[in-house]
C-alpha cells in the first residue's frame, strides 16, 4: 500500500512566520502535488511536480512556495503566514500516465493567527 | 461553465434505500473519471475509478456518458458508513486533474 505521510496533523502558527509543511512518500511515485481545501471552496491545486528539482505552479500558488530535492519528498512553504492560508492542506501522489488515481496524505489542519 | 461540477446536497437519505449522485464535466477531451469519498477531518480516499462500460464494485456502481459529459455513482442498500463526502474527479490529456467540489450524503436510521 502506497504511504504518503504528512509531518503534521495540527499546527498553530502565528501571522509572518515561516511554515514548511512536509509530504514523504514511500512508493516511488514521479508526481507530487498540494492542495488546500476550504468549505465551500474544494480542493485547489497550489503546487505540483514531476519529477525532483522540478516544479510547476498550479491555480493559486501565491504566498507559497515548494522545494522538490528529492524524490520521496515534496514540501509546501508559506513565506509569510497569513490569516486566509487557514485552510487544510493536503498532499497527493500518483504515478505518469496513472489511470488509478491519487493517494492523499492525512492533511495538516494549519490555523495561522 | 464550471469545469466539472456536482450537487453540493446535502442528500439525506434512509437506511436501505439507493441513492444516485451525477457530476458533469466541460472537457470533452477528459480522459480519466474517479469517484474519492471522503469523511469528516479526514483525506479523499478513492472509491473508484469510472469506466465507458460502467462498472461495479458490491453496492456501488459508477457509469460514465461521454456523450451528455457525466458521471454517475449509485449507492443500493444504503448504510449509515456511507454517510460522507463524495467527490468526482476529471483529468485530462495534459495531467491536469479537476476535483468537484462534492456532494455531501446523510443515511438517517
Known amino acids: 500500500d502506497v504511504k504518503v505521510t504528512q509531518s503534521s496533523r495540527y499546527l498553530v502558527k502565528r501571522t509572518g512566520e515561516k511554515v514548511f509543511l512536509e509530504c514523504v512518500q514511500d512508493?516511488?511515485?514521479?508526481?507530487m502535488f498540494w492542495y488546500r481545501q476550504d468549505p465551500g471552496l474544494g480542493l485547489r491545486l497550489i503546487y505540483f511536480s514531476y519529477d525532483v528539482k522540478m516544479k510547476e505552479k498550479g491555480d493559486i500558488p501565491e504566498g507559497y512556495s515548494v522545494s522538490r530535492e528529492k524524490k520521496e519528498r515534496f514540501s509546501l512553504i508559506l513565506e509569510s503566514a497569513s490569516t486566509n492560508q487557514t485552510s487544510m492542506y493536503l498532499c497527493?501522489?500518483?504515478?505518469?500516465?496513472?489511470?488509478?488515481?491519487?493517494?492523499f496524505g492525512s492533511g495538516t489542519r494549519l490555523t495561522v493567527v | 461553465r464550471k469545469e466539472v461540477e456536482q450537487d453540493p446536497g446535502p442528500f439525506n437519505v434512509p437506511e436501505g434505500a439507493t441513492v444516485a449522485f451525477n457530476c458533469t464535466y466541460s472537457?470533452?477531451?477528459?480522459?480519466?473519471f474517479f469517484w474519492y469519498r471522503q469523511d469528516c477531518r479526514k483525506e479523499p480516499k478513492l472509491l473508484m475509478s469510472v469506466y465507458s462500460s460502467g462498472n461495479e464494485d458490491g453496492r456501488f456502481t459508477a457509469q460514465l456518458n461521454r456523450a451528455s459529459q457525466y458521471i454517475s455513482l449509485l449507492i443500493r442498500d444504503s448504510k449509515l458508513s456511507d454517510s460522507a463526502t463524495y467527490l468526482c474527479v476529471v483529468t485530462k490529456r495534459d495531467d491536469k486533474i479537476i476535483f468537484g467540489k462534492g456532494t455531501r450524503l446523510h443515511i438517517l436510521p
Open positions: 512508493m516511488d511515485h514521479e508526481n
Open positions: 472537457n470533452s477531451a477528459s480522459q480519466s
Open positions: 497527493a501522489t500518483t504515478w505518469t500516465g496513472d489511470d488509478y488515481g491519487y493517494t
